[in-house]
């Protein structure tokens, strides 16, 4: 009998047993010793696992399985589709490691040592209060028009639960009121501006997410940029989400240096979203409900979500939208029902649809006439059901 501590010990049901199984066993127990080992044991077959390479363990179980002349309905099947279920292990050079890794990693005395390194120390000594303010009538659950640093100006301090946004990343779009390629010193200040006003607006425990994407070909990391930005305003950083759009519609080198260490272009399928919390980590819920499920907490909480990218930007006339589904994970994951949702570049009003459909406040500002009209449409079309949802 294996020493259980060393091992990590699944079971899979073990009712028709026949000769051959115990000769594929005793093979199986012999080649992989010490890493994995098979055991009867009543209705039951058990699963001694400790580190295995999976590929070359799949490889042994078909050539024996075809041997042994079986079909597809086996015991040694069962085992594999066990062992690829489990979804926490080390990696160890191609190996995976079921037992005793994270014994590896642990931290003696973590908080300790948490707090001699002075966890988030950018963000001390920050003078964020922690009262909060209701938002006015005029500007709950509306779509504004107009430039948001000027609109938000008449915010009261400490009044939206969260924001969610991504403003124009300066690539030279063509948007309808505004110009996309000014110069960066220009852009970082007008955006900085603006941001400046989302932090004094948030309240306490309130986090803001921003969808921001480098401008690769000018060389401008805009989401290192941006991060620093909200550090120095003593904003935690707290996340990075990467959202892999899967889109390989980008090109490969610069001009002239293909298939040459002269200047390879690296290829980016993915966007950031960086996550900031004003004072505290933790939101105070102030009593509302949070309507995540366990499974989708689980799978979100893992900062690599695959979406694919909003397939009907025509439809609406915008050229740089998000999809509703990014919406809805960052709007669920990080407000409760029935919070405040700000988003200062709401563009056709992906974030302000979705708050309302499930449940939250909203408030959407844009600089164009044409967008704002566009999401106001997009909110008064929610069906019955997300109106349901909203109320
Ligand atoms: C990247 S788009 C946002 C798209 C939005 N996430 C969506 O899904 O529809 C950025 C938006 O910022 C707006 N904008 C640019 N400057 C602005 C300003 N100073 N105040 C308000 N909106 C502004 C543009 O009109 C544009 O619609």
Not at 161 to 186: A, K
Not at 227 to 250: D, G, H, P, T, V
């Amino acid at each position: 009998m294996a020493q259980e501590e060393e091992f990590r010990v699944l079971s899979v049901r073990y009712e028709k047993r026949s000769f051959a199984d115990q000769e594929i066993i005793g093979s199986i127990n012999r080649t992989f010793r010490g890493k994995l080992m098979l055991e009867p044991s009543g209705d039951d077959l058990r699963i001694y696992l400790r580190e295995i390479d999976l590929e070359e363990f799949e490889r042994y179980v078909e050539s024996a399985v075809r041997e042994f002349n079986y079909g597809r309905d086996n015991i040694f099947y069962s085992v594999l589709e066990k062992i690829r279920s489990v979804r926490s292990y080390g990696i160890r050079a191609g190996t995976r490691i079921y037992a005793g890794y994270d014994r590896e990693r642990k931290v003696v005395n973590r908080k300790e040592k948490a707090r001699r390194r002075h966890i988030h120390y950018y963000a001390e000594g920050s003078s964020f209060s922690r009262k909060s303010n209701e938002l006015p009538p005029e500007y709950m659950d509306r779509i504004v028009c107009g430039d948001s640093e000027e609109v938000l100006r008449n915010f009261p301090d400490n009044s939206v639960d969260l924001v969610f946004t991504s403003p124009p990343y300066n690539f030279g779009l063509e948007y309808s009121d505004t110009q996309d390629d000014v110069d960066w010193n220009e852009y970082f200040d007008k955006l900085f501006r603006v941001l400046s006003e989302c932090i004094r607006v948030l309240k306490y425990g309130g986090r803001i997410v921003i969808d921001i994407q480098p401008l690769f070909s000018d060389y401008i990391p805009a989401h290192h940029i941006v991060s620093n930005f909200f550090m120095k305003k003593k904003m935690i950083w707290r996340n990075e989400i990467l959202w892999e759009k899967n889109n390989y519609n980008c090109k490969y080198t610069a001009w002239g240096s293909w298939n040459s260490p002269s200047s390879p272009y690296m290829k980016y399928t993915w966007e950031f979203l960086e996550v900031f919390s004003k004072g505290d980590i933790r939101k105070p819920s102030e009593n509302r409900a949070s309507d995540l499920t366990g499974e989708e907490f689980k799978r979100w909480v893992y900062a690599r979500w695959s979406i694919a990218p909003e397939r009907n930007m025509d439809q609406f006339g915008h050229p740089a939208m998000f999809p509703e589904e990014l919406a809805m994970r960052v709007i669920r994951l990080f407000s409760f029902r029935g919070d405040v949702v700000l988003d200062p570049f709401n563009g056709a009003g992906t974030t302000t649809k979705v708050a309302k459909m499930y449940g939250r406040h909203y408030v959407g500002i844009d600089i164009s006439a044409k967008y704002c009209e566009i999401a106001e449409r997009r909110i008064r079309e929610i069906p019955e059901l997300g109106q349901e949802e909203g109320n």
